[in-house]
C-alpha cells in the first residue's frame, strides 16, 4: 500500500531547500524522532542536490508505504540524466567521501532503506526511506488529505523566504549595506543636480559631470555585485549550511547514547560541508579580487608555478598531471596565473567521471599572446554549454552529468578580460581542452 502525499519539481537550489522543509514536516507528523527526522531531511537534500548539479532539474515524490505490515515514510527522487556510469564504484565506498558521489553514500547512511537504479540516457531514481515508529499518530486518508491542505496553504511563504526567518542576522546586514548603497546614491543624485546647476557659469563643470557619471556607474555595478553576493550567501552558503546545523544534532543525539562508532562517518559528512563552504567563500574573495588591476608584477617561472599549485592540490592517486617542459618566464601578477590554473587543474580532476585520468599542461607563443592549455581526457562539454560555462552563478550540466555551480570559470574568464586576452573551451566527444591567451609582451627574456 502506498498513498502519495506531495510533489516537488526539482530546479534550483530552492526547491532543494522547499524539499528539506518538507522532509521535516512530514517526518515529524510522522512521529519520528528529531535526531531521525533531521537525517531523513539531510538524506533527501543531498540527492536533491546532486540533482541539481549533475543534471539540472528532476523532482521529488513524498509517500507514505507499508510493507508487510511496517510503515515507511518514502522520498522517491528522479530525474533524465544520462546515468551514473560508475555507480558500482560509489556504492563500494563504506564511509562519507569527499567531492563527486558523496551524496549517495551520505545519503545510504542515512536513510534506512537506500535504493538506486540508474540506466544509461534514462535517467537515475532513489528511493529513501524512513522507519515510522509503531506509537505513531494513527495516518489515515483523511489525516494526508489535511497534510495536503495544509501544504497548499504555505504555497504564499516561498523558500526564499523560509531561508531568510532561519538566518535573519544575515538578511539585516544584507539589507543595512543595500540602505547604504541607496543613501549613497541619492547623494550622488543630489550632487549631480547642483552640478547642473553651476554648468552655465563654469566650463570646468562639464568635466565633474563627467567624473560623476562614472562614479555613479562605479556605484552601480558595486550594486550589482552586491546583489550577486546576497545571491550566494542566503542560497549557496545557506545550504551547507542547514547541513551542518541538522548534522551536529545528529552527532549530539549519537554522544548521548554513547554511540561514538556512528558518529564517526557524519563528522566526515560535516567536514565535507565545511570544505563546501570553504572553497565558496574563497571563490568569491578571488572573483572579487581578479577586479583588482594594480597588484605589483613579478618575475614568474611558470613551470615551476604550476608544479607548486599541483602539489598544493589534492590530486587522486589514478590522475597523472604532464607538464610542458620550458614554459616561459613572466613578469606578471602571480596570483592572477596561479588562480587560473588552480581552477582548471581542480575542475579538470572534479567533473572527471572515472576515478583516474589524464591531465595535459601546454604553452604555444606568438609575437602578440601566449597561449595556455588545460586539457583533460574526462566526460567532455556540450557544445550547446560551451559558451554558458563561463557566465557568473550559471548552473549547467555537462556530458558526462558534471555540473558548474560556482564562480572559477567567470574568475578566468574576469581575469583574462583584464589581461587583454580571452578564455574559451575546445570539446568534440570525450576530454575537454580549456585555452587562454596572456600578453607575450611580459615575457621576460634572457638579456
Same mark, same amino acid.
Given at each position: 500500500m502506498q498513498r502519495s502525499i506531495t510533489k516537488i519539481t526539482i530546479g534550483n537550489e530552492l526547491d532543494v531547500v522547499l524539499a528539506y522543509k518538507r522532509a521535516m514536516q512530514l517526518s515529524e507528523r510522522c512521529g519520528i524522532a528529531l535526531p531521525n527526522q533531521t537525517k531523513f531531511a539531510t538524506a533527501v537534500s543531498e540527492i536533491c542536490r546532486n540533482v541539481i548539479e549533475y543534471v539540472g532539474e528532476g523532482s521529488i515524490q513524498f509517500s507514505i508505504t507499508d510493507e508487510n505490515g511496517i510503515l515507511y515514510l518514502e522520498a522517491y527522487i528522479t530525474d533524465r540524466g544520462r546515468g551514473i556510469g560508475n555507480l558500482d564504484y560509489y556504492l563500494d565506498q563504506k564511509v562519507s567521501v569527499t567531492g563527486r558521489g558523496n551524496g549517495i553514500i551520505n545519503s545510504r547512511i542515512l536513510a534506512d532503506d537506500f535504493q538506486i537504479d540508474t540506466e544509461s540516457e534514462k535517467g537515475t531514481r532513489v528511493k529513501l526511506r524512513k522507519r515510522i515508529p509503531a506509537s505513531h499518530p494513527i495516518i489515515t486518508k483523511t489525516v494526508i488529505d489535511n497534510w495536503v491542505a495544509d501544504f497548499s496553504r504555505e504555497s504564499s511563504v516561498s523558500p526564499y523566504a523560509e531561508m531568510k526567518n532561519q538566518n535573519m542576522q544575515l538578511i539585516e546586514l544584507l539589507e543595512e549595506l543595500r540602505v547604504k548603497?541607496?543613501? &549613497?546614491?541619492?547623494?550622488?543624485?543630489?550632487?549631480?543636480?547642483? #552640478?547642473?546647476?553651476?554648468?552655465?557659469?563654469?566650463?570646468?563643470?562639464?568635466?565633474?559631470?563627467?567624473?560623476?557619471?562614472?562614479?555613479?556607474?562605479?556605484?552601480?555595478?558595486?550594486?550589482?555585485?552586491? /546583489?550577486?553576493?546576497?545571491?550566494?550567501?542566503?542560497? @549557496? =552558503?545557506? !545550504?551547507? =549550511?542547514?547541513?551542518? +546545523?541538522?548534522?551536529?544534532?545528529?552527532? /549530539?543525539?549519537?554522544?548521548?547514547?554513547? $554511540?561514538?562508532?556512528?558518529?564517526?562517518?557524519?563528522?566526515?559528512?560535516?567536514?565535507?560541508?565545511? $570544505?563546501?563552504?570553504?572553497? =565558496?567563500?574563497? /571563490?568569491?574573495?578571488?572573483?572579487? %579580487?581578479?577586479?583588482?588591476?594594480?597588484?605589483?608584477? +613579478?618575475?614568474?617561472?611558470?613551470?615551476?608555478?604550476?608544479?607548486?599549485? &599541483?602539489?598544493?592540490?589534492?590530486?587522486?592517486?589514478?590522475?597523472?598531471?604532464?607538464?610542458?617542459?620550458?614554459?616561459?618566464?613572466?613578469? &606578471?601578477?602571480?596570483?592572477?596565473?596561479?588562480?587560473?590554473?588552480? #581552477? %582548471?587543474?581542480?575542475?579538470?580532476?572534479?567533473?572527471? @567521471?572515472?576515478?583516474?585520468?589524464?591531465?595535459?599542461?601546454?604553452?604555444?607563443?606568438?609575437?602578440?599572446? %601566449?597561449?595556455?592549455?588545460?586539457?583533460? /581526457?574526462?566526460?567532455?562539454?556540450?557544445?550547446?554549454?560551451?559558451?554558458?560555462?563561463?557566465?557568473?552563478?550559471?548552473?549547467? !550540466?555537462?556530458?558526462?552529468?558534471?555540473?558548474?555551480?560556482?564562480?572559477?570559470?567567470?574568475?578566468?574568464?574576469?581575469?583574462? %578580460?583584464?589581461?587583454?586576452? +580571452?578564455?574559451?573551451?575546445? !570539446?568534440?566527444?570525450r576530454g575537454s581542452r580549456f585555452v587562454f591567451n596572456w600578453p607575450a609582451r611580459e615575457i621576460v627574456t634572457a638579456d
Open positions: 548603497n541607496l543613501e &549613497t546614491e541619492n547623494q550622488l543624485q543630489e550632487i549631480k543636480r547642483l #552640478n547642473l546647476e553651476l554648468l552655465s557659469s563654469h566650463e570646468d563643470i562639464s568635466n565633474l559631470l563627467a567624473e560623476r557619471e562614472a562614479q555613479t556607474e562605479l556605484l552601480q555595478r558595486k550594486n550589482h555585485e552586491l /546583489d550577486a553576493f546576497a545571491h550566494i550567501v542566503s542560497h @549557496d =552558503l545557506r !545550504s551547507p =549550511l542547514q547541513n551542518i +546545523k541538522g548534522l551536529a544534532m545528529v552527532i /549530539d543525539a549519537y554522544l548521548k547514547t554513547g $554511540n561514538l562508532d556512528e558518529a564517526q562517518p557524519v563528522l566526515n559528512m560535516i567536514m565535507d560541508q565545511t $570544505n563546501r563552504m570553504d572553497n =565558496l567563500i574563497l /571563490d568569491i574573495l578571488s572573483y572579487s %579580487l581578479s577586479g583588482k588591476n594594480t597588484l605589483p608584477k +613579478k618575475t614568474v617561472n611558470v613551470e615551476n608555478l604550476l608544479y607548486e599549485v &599541483t602539489s598544493f592540490l589534492n590530486v587522486p592517486d589514478g590522475f597523472q598531471i604532464h607538464i610542458q617542459e620550458n614554459m616561459p618566464v613572466l613578469l &606578471t601578477e602571480e596570483i592572477f596565473l596561479r588562480q587560473i590554473f588552480n #581552477n %582548471l587543474i581542480n575542475n579538470a580532476i572534479k567533473h572527471h @567521471d572515472q576515478p583516474g585520468g589524464n591531465i595535459w599542461i601546454n604553452c604555444e607563443a606568438d609575437p602578440e599572446f %601566449l597561449t595556455f592549455s588545460v586539457t583533460d /581526457d574526462g566526460p567532455g562539454i556540450s557544445a550547446a554549454d560551451q559558451d554558458r560555462i563561463f557566465n557568473q552563478f550559471e548552473t549547467i !550540466s555537462n556530458s558526462g552529468g558534471s555540473a558548474n555551480m560556482g564562480l572559477g570559470l567567470s574568475i578566468i574568464k574576469k581575469i583574462t %578580460l583584464e589581461k587583454g586576452g +580571452k578564455v574559451w573551451v575546445q !570539446s568534440e566527444g
